[in-house]
Protein backbone atom coordinates (compact mmCIF):
# COMPACT_ATOMS: atom_id res chain seq x y z
CA UNK A 1 0.00 0.00 0.00
CA UNK A 2 1.63 3.35 -1.12
CA UNK A 3 -0.12 5.16 1.75
CA UNK A 4 2.29 3.16 4.05
CA UNK A 5 5.65 3.27 3.07
CA UNK A 6 8.83 1.45 4.53
CA UNK A 7 12.63 2.33 4.15
CA UNK A 8 15.18 0.47 3.11
CA UNK A 9 13.28 -2.53 1.80
CA UNK A 10 16.57 -4.50 1.86
CA UNK A 11 18.92 -4.19 4.07
CA UNK A 12 22.41 -6.46 4.80
CA UNK A 13 24.09 -5.71 8.49
CA UNK A 14 26.31 -7.68 10.55
CA UNK A 15 26.08 -9.23 13.64
CA UNK A 16 26.65 -6.58 16.91
CA UNK A 17 25.64 -3.32 14.31
CA UNK A 18 22.74 -1.36 15.18
CA UNK A 19 20.41 -0.57 13.03
CA UNK A 20 17.05 1.04 11.94
CA UNK A 21 13.85 0.64 9.84
CA UNK A 22 11.79 3.62 9.08
CA UNK A 23 8.08 3.76 8.79
CA UNK A 24 5.79 6.60 7.30
CA UNK A 25 2.24 6.51 6.95
CA UNK A 26 -0.14 9.33 5.03
CA UNK A 27 -3.17 7.34 6.20
CA UNK A 28 -3.78 9.85 9.19
CA UNK A 29 -3.82 6.85 10.94
CA UNK A 30 -3.35 6.68 14.91
CA UNK A 31 -2.56 3.06 15.99
CA UNK A 32 1.28 2.00 14.08
CA UNK A 33 2.72 -1.43 14.34
CA UNK A 34 5.79 -3.10 13.77
CA UNK A 35 6.10 -6.96 13.03
CA UNK A 36 8.41 -9.75 11.86
CA UNK A 37 7.75 -12.79 9.31
CA UNK A 38 9.87 -15.87 9.04
CA UNK A 39 9.20 -18.70 6.36
CA UNK A 40 5.95 -20.27 6.80
CA UNK A 41 5.11 -18.41 10.36
CA UNK A 42 2.67 -16.01 10.61
CA UNK A 43 3.30 -12.54 11.65
CA UNK A 44 4.53 -11.96 15.07
CA UNK A 45 4.03 -8.33 16.65
CA UNK A 46 7.07 -6.51 18.16
CA UNK A 47 5.66 -3.36 19.07
CA UNK A 48 2.45 -1.16 18.74
CA UNK A 49 1.86 2.56 19.46
CA UNK A 50 -2.04 3.66 20.27
CA UNK A 51 -0.52 7.53 19.75
CA UNK A 52 3.10 9.24 19.94
CA UNK A 53 2.92 9.34 23.84
CA UNK A 54 1.69 5.23 23.93
CA UNK A 55 3.89 2.84 22.67
CA UNK A 56 3.85 -0.84 24.15
CA UNK A 57 5.51 -4.08 23.91
CA UNK A 58 4.35 -7.03 21.81
CA UNK A 59 5.03 -10.61 22.11
CA UNK A 60 8.65 -10.65 20.87
CA UNK A 61 10.03 -7.35 22.13
CA UNK A 62 13.50 -8.53 23.37
CA UNK A 63 16.23 -6.77 21.33
CA UNK A 64 14.15 -4.37 19.57
CA UNK A 65 13.35 -0.49 20.05
CA UNK A 66 10.59 1.60 18.61
CA UNK A 67 10.19 5.31 18.54
CA UNK A 68 6.91 6.92 17.66
CA UNK A 69 8.39 10.58 16.44
CA UNK A 70 5.18 11.75 15.04
CA UNK A 71 2.16 10.44 14.18
CA UNK A 72 2.47 9.45 10.36
CA UNK A 73 6.39 7.90 11.82
CA UNK A 74 7.13 4.81 14.10
CA UNK A 75 11.25 3.61 13.45
CA UNK A 76 12.54 0.46 14.43
CA UNK A 77 16.08 -0.33 16.23
CA UNK A 78 17.62 -3.35 16.20
CA UNK A 79 20.36 -2.20 19.21
CA UNK A 80 22.34 -5.01 18.56
CA UNK A 81 21.60 -6.93 15.59
CA UNK A 82 21.92 -10.59 15.81
CA UNK A 83 21.44 -13.70 13.07
CA UNK A 84 17.91 -14.82 14.26
CA UNK A 85 16.90 -11.35 13.89
CA UNK A 86 17.20 -12.13 9.84
CA UNK A 87 13.45 -11.52 8.72
CA UNK A 88 11.08 -9.80 7.19
CA UNK A 89 9.78 -6.96 9.00
CA UNK A 90 6.72 -5.16 8.53
CA UNK A 91 4.97 -1.40 9.50
CA UNK A 92 0.97 -1.73 9.89
CA UNK A 93 -1.69 1.20 10.57
CA UNK A 94 -4.96 1.23 11.79
CA UNK A 95 -7.78 3.62 12.78
CA UNK A 96 -8.80 1.67 16.62
CA UNK A 97 -8.37 -1.71 16.61
CA UNK A 98 -9.66 -2.28 12.53
CA UNK A 99 -8.62 -3.40 9.48
CA UNK A 100 -4.03 -3.18 9.32
CA UNK A 101 -2.67 -1.61 6.39
CA UNK A 102 0.58 -2.83 5.95
CA UNK A 103 3.43 -1.71 4.07
CA UNK A 104 5.79 -3.44 1.69
CA UNK A 105 8.24 -4.68 3.97
CA UNK A 106 12.08 -4.53 4.75
CA UNK A 107 13.91 -7.63 4.05
CA UNK A 108 16.68 -8.07 6.52
CA UNK A 109 19.55 -10.15 6.40
CA UNK A 110 22.03 -10.39 9.63
CA UNK A 111 25.67 -12.12 8.69
CA UNK B 1 -2.39 -21.02 17.03
CA UNK B 2 0.31 -19.03 14.73
CA UNK B 3 3.30 -21.04 14.39
CA UNK B 4 2.41 -24.28 12.39
CA UNK B 5 5.86 -24.88 11.03
CA UNK B 6 8.01 -24.14 7.97
CA UNK B 7 5.61 -25.77 5.51
CA UNK B 8 2.45 -23.59 4.57
CA UNK B 9 -0.63 -25.96 3.31
CA UNK B 10 -0.95 -25.53 -0.72
CA UNK B 11 -4.00 -25.26 -2.75
CA UNK B 12 -3.68 -25.85 -6.32
CA UNK B 13 -7.12 -24.83 -8.67
CA UNK B 14 -7.50 -24.91 -12.45
CA UNK B 15 -7.23 -21.47 -14.01
CA UNK B 16 -11.36 -20.60 -13.99
CA UNK B 17 -12.57 -22.83 -11.30
CA UNK B 18 -13.81 -21.65 -8.08
CA UNK B 19 -11.00 -21.68 -5.18
CA UNK B 20 -12.10 -22.47 -1.38
CA UNK B 21 -9.37 -21.04 1.23
CA UNK B 22 -10.24 -22.37 5.15
CA UNK B 23 -8.78 -20.53 8.49
CA UNK B 24 -10.36 -22.23 11.86
CA UNK B 25 -9.34 -19.25 14.55
CA UNK B 26 -9.21 -19.59 17.92
CA UNK B 27 -11.03 -17.28 19.94
CA UNK B 28 -15.22 -17.58 20.67
CA UNK B 29 -14.69 -14.02 21.90
CA UNK B 30 -13.57 -12.78 18.30
CA UNK B 31 -15.84 -10.45 16.50
CA UNK B 32 -13.98 -9.15 13.72
CA UNK B 33 -12.48 -10.89 10.79
CA UNK B 34 -10.13 -10.24 8.12
CA UNK B 35 -8.59 -12.06 4.43
CA UNK B 36 -5.01 -10.78 3.83
CA UNK B 37 -3.57 -11.72 0.29
CA UNK B 38 0.48 -11.61 0.37
CA UNK B 39 1.97 -11.94 -3.60
CA UNK B 40 6.05 -12.65 -2.98
CA UNK B 41 7.85 -9.94 -1.72
CA UNK B 42 4.81 -7.95 -1.18
CA UNK B 43 3.18 -6.52 2.47
CA UNK B 44 0.13 -8.11 3.17
CA UNK B 45 -2.91 -6.82 1.34
CA UNK B 46 -6.62 -6.47 2.57
CA UNK B 47 -9.33 -8.21 0.88
CA UNK B 48 -12.17 -8.49 2.54
CA UNK B 49 -13.65 -8.19 6.31
CA UNK B 50 -16.80 -9.60 8.01
CA UNK B 51 -17.93 -8.76 11.84
CA UNK B 52 -19.35 -11.75 13.55
CA UNK B 53 -23.18 -10.69 13.82
CA UNK B 54 -23.09 -11.40 10.10
CA UNK B 55 -22.47 -15.30 8.40
CA UNK B 56 -21.76 -13.79 4.77
CA UNK B 57 -19.78 -11.17 3.11
CA UNK B 58 -19.78 -10.30 -0.61
CA UNK B 59 -16.96 -8.60 -2.65
CA UNK B 60 -15.61 -8.71 -5.83
CA UNK B 61 -14.86 -12.14 -6.98
CA UNK B 62 -14.72 -13.18 -2.87
CA UNK B 63 -16.91 -14.24 -0.58
CA UNK B 64 -16.46 -14.66 3.29
CA UNK B 65 -18.33 -16.97 5.14
CA UNK B 66 -17.95 -17.05 9.15
CA UNK B 67 -19.44 -20.25 11.16
CA UNK B 68 -19.27 -19.14 14.63
CA UNK B 69 -20.33 -22.30 16.09
CA UNK B 70 -17.50 -24.40 14.90
CA UNK B 71 -14.72 -21.26 14.60
CA UNK B 72 -14.35 -21.83 10.78
CA UNK B 73 -13.98 -19.08 8.52
CA UNK B 74 -13.89 -18.98 4.28
CA UNK B 75 -12.67 -17.48 1.64
CA UNK B 76 -14.12 -18.25 -1.87
CA UNK B 77 -12.48 -16.65 -5.10
CA UNK B 78 -14.63 -17.05 -8.26
CA UNK B 79 -13.33 -17.96 -11.75
CA UNK B 80 -9.34 -18.12 -10.16
CA UNK B 81 -7.28 -16.38 -12.26
CA UNK B 82 -3.16 -16.37 -12.18
CA UNK B 83 -3.02 -12.99 -10.44
CA UNK B 84 -4.42 -14.84 -7.59
CA UNK B 85 -1.47 -16.52 -6.60
CA UNK B 86 -0.55 -15.79 -3.46
CA UNK B 87 -0.77 -16.75 -0.03
CA UNK B 88 -3.67 -15.87 1.74
CA UNK B 89 -4.36 -15.87 5.84
CA UNK B 90 -7.39 -14.73 7.90
CA UNK B 91 -6.57 -12.62 10.96
CA UNK B 92 -9.25 -12.56 14.18
CA UNK B 93 -9.49 -9.75 16.22
CA UNK B 94 -10.54 -10.60 19.93
CA UNK B 95 -11.82 -7.65 21.19
CA UNK B 96 -8.16 -6.42 21.93
CA UNK B 97 -5.42 -4.22 21.17
CA UNK B 98 -4.74 -6.70 18.54
CA UNK B 99 -4.82 -9.07 15.29
CA UNK B 100 -4.28 -12.75 15.52
CA UNK B 101 -2.84 -13.53 12.22
CA UNK B 102 -3.12 -17.23 10.83
CA UNK B 103 0.12 -18.74 9.43
CA UNK B 104 -1.57 -18.70 5.46
CA UNK B 105 -2.74 -20.87 2.53
CA UNK B 106 -0.49 -20.47 -0.63
CA UNK B 107 -2.79 -20.31 -3.83
CA UNK B 108 -1.55 -22.11 -7.16
CA UNK B 109 -3.08 -20.98 -10.41
CA UNK B 110 -2.51 -23.49 -12.81
CA UNK B 111 -2.67 -22.44 -16.45
Known amino acids: DADVTQTPRNRITKTGKRIMLECSQT?????MYWYRQDPGLGLRLIYY???????NKGEISDGYSVSRQAQAKFSLSLESAIPNQTALYFC??????????FGPGTRLLVL | GENVGLHLPTLSVQEGDNSIINCAYS??????FIWYKQESGKGPQFIID?????DKRQGQRVTVLLNKTVKHLSLQIAATQPGDSAVYFC??????????FGSGTRLLVRP
Open chain 1, 92 to 101: ATSVGGETQY
Open chain 1, 27 to 31: KGHDR
Open chain 1, 49 to 55: SFDVKDI
Open chain 2, 27 to 32: NSASDY
Open chain 2, 50 to 54: IRSNM
Open chain 2, 91 to 100: AENPGSYKLI
